[in-house]
């Protein structure tokens, strides 16, 4: 073994609960984060010596393994592991990694969030350091990109994002999210890639369109900050993004049809799909949810209709 792998000691092990999220709610493109009571449980062990040649031996559990391609996650978290430890390489064969989650991928729930967030923690706590939030998520917007979901994941509650304006870090500002409204995903059976559904936005923006985002945006950080469900049904609208994605997730505008005579605050794009989020006061959730159930039932392709709640809590390392 070589002399960078043994001078990090083994029979370390950290295990730890991040919670899945949603994003951008509408208007707050790459600003707004939500995180959800929806959770992966990973667990990494660092052996003596490595088991098998240079990669993690990595093991899938619970609905991430029936609802995902186990490959595709397992070389997510691999790929991750390896840019992480660019500098220690060889401390990628001793590594077990045990996940238990039901945050199915691809679906705008933040499950690669979700891994990103407990791989950099882990990986620096098993060389005995101990990085700060602000170190974290630095370092997690150079794999991801994006903040709002890693900071959702991190910090629980709704979070909001920017870069600095010297562009060393990411300014975050955890907003309390009120305890009777509720979230329901509805999931399709098809997954999207980020990538792609980026990859269809515009260069450029009408001004009056970038006028009400912001306008709702600032509406939506307001109405959750007073519990104002009015307020939060005019916020929860968007011109920058949703209008070019929707045709990959022709859920979103059916789902707005049939809720439209609905007791909901709004109807959004989670992430850049697949899913879709409902926004829900707590009174009024069954009605809903009943109704969701109806409409899923009538669909030719199979939907999870998903009851969540926010996670106040962001990532916790817990003991086993």
Known sequence: MSQESTAVAGGKKVTLVVPGSTSNLGPGLDCIGLALNIYSRMTFQLLEEPEDGDKPYIQLKGGIAKRSDPEHQGNLIYHMLKEIW?????????????????????????????AIVGAIWASNVLEDRIPTATQLLAKGCELEGHPETLAASLYGNMVVCAPSVAGRRIVTQRVEWPDDWHVIAVVPDYTLHTADLRAVLPKHVKYEDAVFNAQRTALLVAAVSRHDESAMQEALHDRLHE?????FVPELEDL??????????????????????????????????RKLNHWAAAQEKSHRILNLQVSKEGMQEVEI
């Open 86 to 114: 660019e500098h220690n390489s060889k401390l990628l064969g001793r590594l077990r990694i045990s996940v238990t989650s039901d945050i199915p991928l691809g679906s705008g729930l933040g499950s690669s969030s979700a």
């Open 243 to 247: 209008k070019y994605r929707q045709k």
């Open 256 to 289: 707005r049809r049939e809720l439209v005579n609905e007791p909901i605050l709004g109807c959004v794009m989670s992430g850049a799909g697949a899913s879709t989020c409902i926004f829900v006061h707590s009174k009024n959730k069954d009605k809903v949810v």
